[in-house]
């Protein structure tokens, strides 16, 4: 559905200027609008007008004005161009004075230039109608509109219900002389799908004969001699006939009732005649303003019909075929300004398939439910496709990208410590990159006895130790014997095909010292989870229920808070939810956020990572060789969680996979040096947990989802009335706007509460329901 645009310009004068009413809605609707203003007094414009007048037709190139053909003057053309130029300049000056912007600011704001724009010009003032304002710069910018004229008074005449399926066209070939009709009438003769009576030089009496024909017609055709005297048009029939149309009116009256659409005067100097046939109440009257050389007729006509009968909407057929004359300008200079299209304003302009009655209403109706049940559809499709996991990625890679854009950093956890194992203090261990394990015993005894006098709340030890103690460090065992916040790791196997996982060091009961360390990462190898509880596999080597950091914070918050045992702070409560201290932690389900996994076992939570310039900057950190050298202040170690872990590159076998390096949110490469080594992962997790009994922090969650698939109905609903209410400039405005906010409401939503929205799903059925509606409405 295409817009209608009527500048109704009232009385006035070039001396004293014009009223202007704007009157602006859709096709086959009442206006939505209606704007006055004024044109300024132009006093120049008619002489302006009347000398390209008599430039252009000083020219006398051969035309259908005349029978008699004269030789064109080169000095002549160029005047005409000069002229032309100097009239289009004017206008446009004209058309851009300040008392005519509030109506030509509206159509900015109201009109899309992809739209199909009737504009349409009242007024009775004829140099008004003579104007060449399709040279109005308005006409450059939206490439879908064009230009038609209109009487002050209209009426509509209801014609009869289209029953044949041909378009029905009676074509009048008059006085040939000096001039080609063969070409029309063979344009004509190539139409498709048309039933064609042609009369050549017919009498007056023969005319009016056929135009009372009883089935009536679609087109009225005339080519030949024509000219206009004021008002009054006449066209030659013969060599020796010529009348005016008000000779025929009763003819053309029944002709229109009986179902005339359409009437091409393919002559000379039209306008007398489109205004006597205004007077007939025609629905669309296409003549020539000037006198038309032949050639530019016979191009006009071709680019026209080719256009309509392909189904082009009218308005639209008659622009295209007008451009098209640019070609000619040079040897016809102002060819593109002669064709002008007269509108009756109570008719809708007809299409070629309304006239081959397959479709009675160019403009149909639209349907609100259309537009609901096209909501419903959207949406229901993007459900499904978001529970076959068929946006999992997107909305993965989207939810990282909010967290990256956190609007602050925060401070590092200094309750935590970590002691890396780096490359150096592996060689300076004796081991490297082949040996089955990254710490040795003795450097494990030198640390712990390192760590004793500061007395550090819970020492983390994230390094496997599944064999034997060296039987030449009795004082170990004791140690790991008798620390009674050593926590030590082990691993569930992973799948079935792997036996038993790996143990924790032998022959030493940890009891509630004892956690699993085993992190989940998506498809695209991402962190984004962890686990804190699982059922254990019957055949594990790893005997606990907990994750590694769970156990840390448990016994962390088990001193804090000066309880007699773990199970005081740390448990799975009656609802079966894992809960520290007083704080319940959600779940996180297959369904949660965007995740859609048929496999999820064990008690997972999404990891909230503290926002900071890196990952591994969560705690203060030393090396092991600079622990054991005393390179540090002991207050800043004394009464802190202490995490142990590998952070060598090359340790870990041949296999990446193998190594505790991990990708994170906040990784943006695929290399092993951009990943995170797996203590620092696990700093994150143990100051989640912590932060989240002592500081309040909350954890991230997610609604569940019949609140998700609500959420993403009701954007969908608000997409589909913005489609349906809004246009244009409005509407694509609008659509961004709101696509803003709702990535804003988004992103706001993860960074303050904690909460994550689906944003993908909804901003898809958004936009995707507003623009299908938008299409339906107003296409």
């Not at 912007?101 to 004829?126: A, F, G, H």
């Not at 296999?655 to 695929?670: G, L, M, N, Q, V």
Request: with cysteine; proline share 6%.
């Amino acid at each position: 559905m295409g817009k209608l645009v009527v500048l109704k310009l009232g009385p006035g004068s070039f001396q004293q200027g014009f009223s202007v009413v704007l009157q602006l809605g859709w096709e086959g609707e009442r206006p939505a609008l209606e704007l006055p203003g004024e044109l300024p007094p132009a006093p120049d414009l008619p002489g302006l007008y009347q000398q390209w007048q008599a430039a252009y037709r000083q020219m006398r190139v051969p035309s259908r004005l005349e029978a008699q053909a004269q030789v064109t003057n080169v000095s002549w053309v160029s005047d005409c161009r000069e002229s032309a130029d100097m009239l289009c300049d004017r206008i446009n000056h004209w058309l851009a004075q300040p008392s005519f912007q509030p109506i030509y600011s509206k159509l900015l704001e109201q009109l899309s230039p992809t739209e199909t724009i009737r504009v349409v010009l009242q007024t009775q003032d004829p140099i008004l109608q003579r104007l060449p304002w399709h040279q109005w710069d308005f006409f450059q910018r939206y490439p879908q509109a064009e230009l038609a004229l209109s009487a002050p008074v209209y009426e509509q005449v209801k014609a009869p219900e289209t029953l044949s399926k041909t378009v029905r066209i009676l074509a009048i070939f008059g006085d040939a002389t000096g001039v080609d009709l063969e070409t029309d009438r063979r344009l004509l003769q190539t139409l498709p799908g048309v039933e064609l009576h042609l009369l050549t030089t017919p009498d007056r009496a023969t005319l009016n004969h056929y135009l009372w024909e009883q089935q009536g017609w679609d087109i009225l055709f005339f080519a030949g001699h024509s000219s206009s005297a004021g008002a009054t048009g006449r066209m030659r029939l013969n060599a020796q006939d010529s009348l005016s149309l008000s000779e025929l009116k009763y003819a053309l009256t029944k002709a229109v009732k009986r179902g005339l659409a359409i009437a091409i005067f393919n002559s000379c100097d039209g306008l007398g005649l489109a205004q006597e046939l205004a007077d007939l109440h025609i629905p669309q009257i296409l003549v020539m303003r000037e006198p038309v050389p032949d050639r530019v007729a016979h191009e006009f006509l071709k680019g026209f019909l080719e256009s309509f009968s392909r189904y082009t909407p009218l308005y639209l057929s008659v622009r295209e075929a007008r451009e098209r004359l640019q070609g000619l300008e040079n040897e016809f200079p102002c060819a593109t300004w002669l064709p002008i299209l007269c509108q009756n304003l109570a008719q809708q302009p007809p299409s070629w398939q309304s006239l081959q009655g397959r479709s009675l209403q160019a403009t149909p109706k639209h349907q609100p439910w259309v537009g609901g049940a096209l909501g419903v559809a959207i949406a229901a499709t993007t459900l499904g496709l978001r529970l076959l996991g068929g946006l999992q990625s997107l909305e993965l890679a989207t939810y990282d990208r909010f967290l990256r854009w956190w609007p602050f950093f925060e401070s590092p956890d200094s309750r935590i410590v970590v002691i890396k194992n780096t490359e150096d203090d592996i060689k300076q261990q004796g081991l490297d990159k082949t040996s089955a394990f990254s710490m040795t015993d003795d450097t494990l005894l030198a640390v712990l006895k390192k760590l004793e006098p500061l007395q550090p709340k819970v020492i983390g030890f994230d390094i496997y130790h599944d064999r034997e103690i060296d039987s030449d460090l009795p004082e170990l065992r004791e140690r790991l014997e008798t620390t009674p916040h050593f926590v030590a790791l082990c691993k569930h196997p992973s799948d079935s095909a792997e036996m038993g996982g790996v143990a924790a060091i032998p022959d030493v009961d940890f009891s509630n010292r004892l956690g699993f360390s085993d992190f989940i990462d998506d498809t695209d190898s991402t962190a984004r989870r962890f686990l804190v509880a699982i059922h254990r596999p019957p055949d594990s080597l790893c005997h606990t229920n907990h994750s590694f950091a769970a156990i840390i914070a448990g016994q962390y918050l088990n001193l804090i808070e000066a309880n007699d045992s773990l199970t005081d702070v740390f448990w799975q409560n009656d609802q079966d939810q894992f809960q520290l201290a007083q704080v319940k932690f959600p779940q996180l389900n297959p369904r949660s956020g965007g995740y859609k996994l048929n496999d999820f076992g064990g008690y997972q939570l999404l990891l909230h990572y503290r926002h900071l310039p890196q990952v591994e900057d969560i705690a203060e950190t030393y090396t092991v060789s600079e622990l054991l050298r005393g390179d540090f202040e002991g207050e800043k170690i004394r009464d802190r969680i202490i995490l142990i872990g590998t952070t060598a590159l090359s340790f870990g076998g041949g296999d990446i996979e193998e190594r505790d390096f991990w990708k994170t949110p906040y990784t943006t490469s695929e290399r092993l040096e951009d990943m995170t080594p797996g203590v620092f992962i696990q700093a994150h997790i143990v100051s989640q947990l912590i932060s989240a009994v002592e500081d309040g922090r909350p954890s991230i969650t997610t609604w569940n989802e019949w609140i998700e698939s609500g959420w993403i109905i009701l954007w969908a609903a608000i997409g589909g009335g913005l489609g349906w209410y809004l246009t244009d400039t409005r509407f694509w405005l609008t659509l961004l706007s709101a696509e803003v906010g709702l990535l804003l409401i988004s992103w706001s939503l993860l960074a303050v509460p904690a909460l994550w929205v689906p944003y993908v799903p909804a901003v898809v059925t958004f936009t995707a329901t507003a623009i299908a509606v938008s299409r339906y409405r107003y296409k």
